[in-house]
């Protein structure tokens, strides 16, 4: 009985030691040429990024959020030399046309680097990518969420707020 137990421990570390060692860029979603979307980066993951040649990093959760994480992502993005931005969504920090604008002002500031979007999740950041292809690169909705990988057929209120709808 111990025998098996040991292997069961054995064949669980090496699954849960696999899935730790996906890399960031697998997690996240390419939404562009050199555009991906994904959740919040571990400081571990920048130096993936660095490796991918990431120039830039846009994060759209609140400053608030970041204060909880046990690192800087302001820091370790200056280490490698990426153009760091805090386009702040969430609590006290509307979407808004506002917003919008912002983020396109650092799309057409980093059009020439690779890109990272990220919040937590990914969600608030697949939002608002979805609303600057409909508002700045002239796409349909179906083709914004389509890239995005929503089945959605139609926008939510936050990407409607965004337009200023």
Known sequence: MLKYSVLILMVVS????AEEQVSYLNKAKKVG???WIGPQPTAQDFDELAAEEIGAVVNTRTA????Q????EVEQASKFNMTYDLLEIGTGHPYSPAKLE?????MTANKD??????????????????AWLIKHQNKST???LEAIGSNETEL?????SLLGQ
């Open 142 to 144: 179906s083709e914004a």
């Open 33 to 35: 040429e050199n555009v």
């Open 14 to 17: 090496q699954i849960v030691m």
């Open 64 to 67: 608030a959020e970041m204060e």
């Open 113 to 130: 680097k690779k890109m990272v979007l990220h919040c937590r999740s990914g969600h608030r950041a697949s939002q608002l990518y979805a």
């Open 69 to 72: 994480l046990g690192y800087s």
């Open 102 to 106: 912002t983020f396109n002002a650092l």
């Open 156 to 160: 939510n209120d936050a990407m409607k």
